[in-house]
Each structure stands twice: as structure tokens, then as C-alpha cells.
């Protein structure tokens, strides 16, 4: 069997190498969204949903291909990562929709939705990430004409 990701050659747990790029990755694909929704909205006369959403979308090019290849380390990239990673942003942008919602509902405390989206919203994909998104794809030998592994 072969592993997708390369192990950190550093000693100590490999998760927590991969936690602190994660958190690097993370600061720069948030500024790129911060960025280009503010360049779109000016640039471009976007509307702050329109600029949010182009942010947004370069982000998660930014994010995926920084945790592809600095996070998890991927030698060998598959369709199903790039899939697997659409599935997760969206789901995290749901979440954090809905966090804020919940929290901001008649009238509620920004505040709060924030901090719970800051705490919730990157742990959780931290570990979706590294268990699913980008885990290790085993790949077994293939068989032979006679059942039998060479």
C-alpha cells in the first residue's frame, strides 16, 4: 500500500505540524478573500454579496491548493480531493452561515456568532481535512489472473 501524503520528517506528531500550516494557509486565504471582495467592490462596483462571493471563491482556490501542498503534503493529488475539498468549504460556509443566523436572530450579538464561528468553523475543518479530505488513499496491488497479488 502506498500513502497519498508524505509524512513530516520533523519529530513529534505529524497532526500538529499539519495544524500550525493549516493555521497558516487559513490567514492567507482569508486575506485573499478580504482582498479581492474589497478590490471587486471598488474595481468592479460588485455588490457586497457579489464581492463576498468572488472572495470567496478565489479563497477556496487559494486554501485548497495551500493545504494540498503545504498542509497535508499530497505527492499524489486525486480528483476526489479537489471534490471532497468542495464539499467541506461549502459546508463550512453553510455552517457559518447559519451560526451567525442562530446567534444575530432578533437582534443577538454579532460578537458571540463570530467567536463561535472562529472556534467551530477551523477545528472542525481541521479535522474533516485531515480524516477525509486529504487522507491517506491506499491503493492495493492489483491482482493477478489467478486472485493472487504479484
Request: net charge positive.
Amino acid at each position: 500500500m502506498r500513502q497519498a501524503t508524505r509524512r513530516d520528517p520533523r519529530p513529534g506528531p505529524v497532526w500538529l505540524g499539519q495544524l500550525g500550516r493549516f493555521a497558516i494557509v487559513g490567514v492567507a486565504a482569508t486575506l485573499t478573500h478580504v482582498g479581492v471582495a474589497l478590490l471587486t467592490t471598488y474595481l468592479f462596483a460588485l455588490s457586497p454579496l457579489q464581492a463576498n462571493l468572488a472572495g470567496f471563491t478565489v479563497a477556496v482556490g487559494v486554501s485548497f491548493q495551500g493545504h494540498l501542498h503545504v498542509t497535508f503534503r499530497v505527492q499524489d493529488p486525486q480528483w476526489r480531493h479537489l471534490c471532497r475539498f468542495i464539499v467541506l468549504s461549502v459546508t463550512s460556509l453553510a455552517v457559518s452561515s447559519l451560526i451567525t443566523a442562530l446567534c444575530t436572530r432578533s437582534g443577538g450579538n454579532i460578537r458571540l456568532a463570530m467567536t463561535l464561528v472562529a472556534g467551530v468553523v477551523p477545528a472542525s475543518s481541521f479535522l474533516v481535512a485531515r480524516l477525509w479530505v486529504f487522507a491517506g488513499l491506499a491503493v492495493a496491488a492489483p491482482e493477478s489472473r489467478y486472485g493472487v497479488s504479484p
